[in-house]
């Protein structure tokens, strides 16, 4: 049983440089999120896909992008990663916003 | 202002110990509201679920309670042992054009002592 399925869980990045964050789910659901943890500030999230085909911000999206490629997989992309991006992200995945499946979780540091 | 505001922001309690956390909200329309789990290192994991006419419900030694007119919920975990020791994140679940969006609180860290 995989359920959500995210890669890497370690990276370290120069400031300036690019990554995509990988996730994937074989649970067939329909919306997808991504979301980052700070220590004292909860998760929050940058992008939601509530469905194939569509994607929206969520409270934290500047310096990020996303692809919804098919219904299985969501990727997050940091363009220029600045170290504000230093954080812990998680993929998760839901049946319409009801019970959401996380990923474990990659650990990202921007120096 | 964060919607959904839990306290305390961290607890410590010794091993065979009971604690309740609590959990207020704002968001609305309300849909419904979980309660996670997230050991160290981990993703969250749901607990239990809380729907608007549900005032209480059970799942082994964790009781969550629901108010929905004073919008509060607790959760109450019994006889804790070390493998509580976890953050416990409180979940209202909106209806937003359509999609639903969950709204996170940031969470009640527990740290069970032997």
């Known amino acids: 049983n995989a359920g959500v399925t995210q890669t890497p869980k370690f990276q370290v990045l120069k400031t300036g440089q690019s990554m995509t964050l990988q996730c994937a789910q074989d649970?067939?659901?329909?919306?997808m999120y991504w979301y980052r943890q700070d220590p004292g500030m909860g998760l929050r999230l940058i992008y939601y896909?509530?469905?194939?085909?569509?994607?929206d911000k969520g409270e934290v999206p500047n310096g990020y992008n996303v692809s919804r490629l098919n219904k299985r997989e969501f990727s997050l992309r940091l363009e220029s990663a600045a170290p504000s991006q230093t954080s812990v992200y998680f993929c998760a995945s839901s049946q319409q916003g009801e019970k959401l499946f996380f990923g474990s979780g990659t650990q990202l540091s921007v120096l | 202002k964060n919607q959904v505001e839990q306290s305390p922001q961290s607890l410590i309690i010794l091993e065979g110990k009971n604690c309740t956390l609590q959990c207020n909200y704002t968001v609305s329309p309300f849909s419904n509201l979980r309660w996670y789990k997230q050991d160290t290192g981990r993703g969250p994991v749901s607990l239990t679920i809380?729907?608007?006419?549900?005032n209480t419900k059970s799942n082994g030694r964790y009781t969550a309670t629901l108010d929905a007119d004073t919008k509060q919920s607790s959760l109450h975990i019994t006889a804790s042992q070390l493998s509580d020791s976890a953050s416990y994140i409180c979940?209202?679940?909106?209806?937003?054009?359509?999609?639903?969006?969950?709204?996170f609180g940031r969470g009640t860290s527990l740290i069970v002592h032997p």
């Open positions: 809380m729907t608007f006419s549900e």
């Open positions: 979940v209202v679940r909106v209806a937003s054009g359509g999609s639903y969006i969950p709204t």
């Open positions: 896909s509530a469905s194939e085909g569509t994607t």
């Open positions: 649970m067939n659901h329909n919306s």
